[in-house]
């Protein structure tokens, strides 16, 4: 065939943001699952699934006395899967307001019309920029170290990004004097993203912290919350009921973490019904599946919010374990930040504590590695965030996780003290692998 000739030119015709947009990557792309590794990277639910399952995996329903039903399993409309799905998901936001109104920090209750759901929280990141930001104009301020796919989803959007660090001498607290100043003196910024718990760190934000940027005097914007990890922290810690009192308050929630239902994507959006109604006329028309209504529906039907509770149970009882325990392994340092999710930020330390070990990124590294290359156990590393120097990002496993992971990180700490290290490299290759580790979002 003759060359064809063609006066497309990709790197003038895409957007220069775009084509300056480093990809996406995930925790899988270092280390993949080959079903033999100990997966402590992404903050997932080891104990799997928050729903009542029989050994062959189906749905194990249960009738008034308590027996499981045979020959029932999860009811997903098979045949109907050529037509197209519920594009408003009422059913399914009332369960997630049932499920949320715990009148805890107000008498008022959502109601459906208060809730947006879509493919994972990723969805309503990028819905909220595109509902309020103006491409090259407007401005979105972050709190670092903080969910890296608010800075993703922005440079795609072309949305500056302005950054208040969290308060690194104050356990990451938010320092809302400073973001209070930053809006007032930018009024182009028109979101304040907030995580609590806080990811890589850990903790909650203080209600009186976030209620002082709600009560910005002259700021017109929108103060959205991540609560991803909200069930791993003590009961009514959540402020999605808040949304009632603040018309300019956005709360999102996953099932992806203490439900453990990464797998169906599916995150949701709690927040003032005309904020709602924006972020649902400019959703695709279909974008949640029926299979996937149909299983976040089942989760929070009352059988499987039991297994979801003894499920977080567990990591709450394996995460205790992990504070008392890794502590007693030479070259680990301070926990930083808090333990309200299902994960822990721990410092690596270039020697033990017992002969002034400091925290260190190289060292660091070489645990993150050794870990996942050699011993099949992966985890994060997070050295290069601010005020993370030298740290690790541990998920709570299984019982039978914590323990092999204790075992294996006090097994290559040993070996990189006995020297040689291994963590001799060049400088600029050390810097690239830091970096290259670093960057992964999830």
């Not at 949320?100 to 759901?117: A, I, M, W």
């Not at 001498?169 to 400073?178: G, H, I």
């Not at 680990?332 to 270039?350: K, W």
């Not at 156990?377 to 998920?395: A, H, M, P, S």
Request: charged residues 25%.
């Amino acid at each position: 065939m003759a060359e064809r000739k063609s006066s497309f030119d990709l790197s003038k015709c895409a957007r220069s943001n775009i084509l300056a947009l480093q990809p996406y990557r995930c925790a899988r792309d270092d280390y993949k699952d080959n079903g033999t590794n100990v997966l402590l990277d992404a903050n997932e639910n080891a104990y799997g699934p928050g729903l009542a399952l029989k050994e062959d995996g189906k749905l194990a329903n249960r009738t008034s006395n308590g027996h499981a039903e045979e020959g029932r399993g999860l009811e997903v409309d098979l045949l109907g899967l050529n037509r197209y799905p519920d594009p408003h998901q009422i059913e399914l936001k009332q369960s997630l307001c049932n499920l949320r109104n715990t009148h805890t920090h107000t008498s008022k209750s959502l109601r459906p019309e208060n809730v947006f759901v879509g493919v994972g929280s990723d969805e309503a990141i990028d819905a909220l920029l595109r509902c309020f930001c103006t491409p090259g104009k407007d401005k979105i301020l972050t709190c670092p170290p903080t969910y890296g796919m608010y800075a993703v989803s922005a440079q795609v959007n072309d949305i500056e990004v302005v950054k208040v660090p969290l308060d690194t001498s104050n356990n990451f607290a938010l320092r809302p004097d400073t973001i209070n100043s930053t809006l007032s003196s930018d009024p182009s910024i028109k979101m304040v993203y907030v995580c609590s718990p806080g990811n890589p760190t850990a903790n909650l934000v203080s209600r009186s912290d976030l209620q002082e940027v709600l009560e910005h005097p002259t700021w017109n914007g929108v103060v959205v919350l991540d609560e991803a990890y909200i069930d791993f922290a003590p009961e009514g810690s959540s402020l999605a009921e808040w949304v009632t009192e603040w018309p300019n308050l956005v709360v999102m929630q996953t099932l992806s973490k203490a439900f453990g239902l990464a797998g169906i994507r599916l995150g949701a959006a709690f927040t003032s019904p005309p904020i709602a109604g924006l972020l649902n006329n400019l959703k695709a028309p279909y974008n949640i599946s029926s299979p996937t209504s149909a299983l976040a529906s089942a989760a929070l039907a009352p059988k499987n919010l039991e297994v979801m509770r003894e499920n977080r149970r567990k990591i709450l009882q394996q995460r205790d374990r992990m504070l008392v325990e890794l502590p007693k392994v030479a070259g680990i340092g301070r926990f930083v930040g808090g333990a309200d999710s299902n994960f822990l930020l721990v410092e690596i330390l270039d020697k033990p504590r017992n002969q002034g070990g400091r925290p260190s990124n190289e060292t660091a590294l070489s645990v993150y590695e050794g870990l996942a290359e050699k011993r099949a156990v992966v985890v994060r590393f997070r050295g290069k965030e601010v005020g993370c120097e030298g740290c690790l990002r541990i998920t709570v496993g299984t019982e039978e996780e914590v323990e092999r992971f204790l075992k294996e990180i006090g097994s290559v700490l040993a070996e990189l003290f006995k020297g040689p290290t291994g963590m001799n490299g060049a400088e600029e290759d050390k810097v690239g692998r830091e970096k290259e580790a670093n960057d992964v979002v999830a």
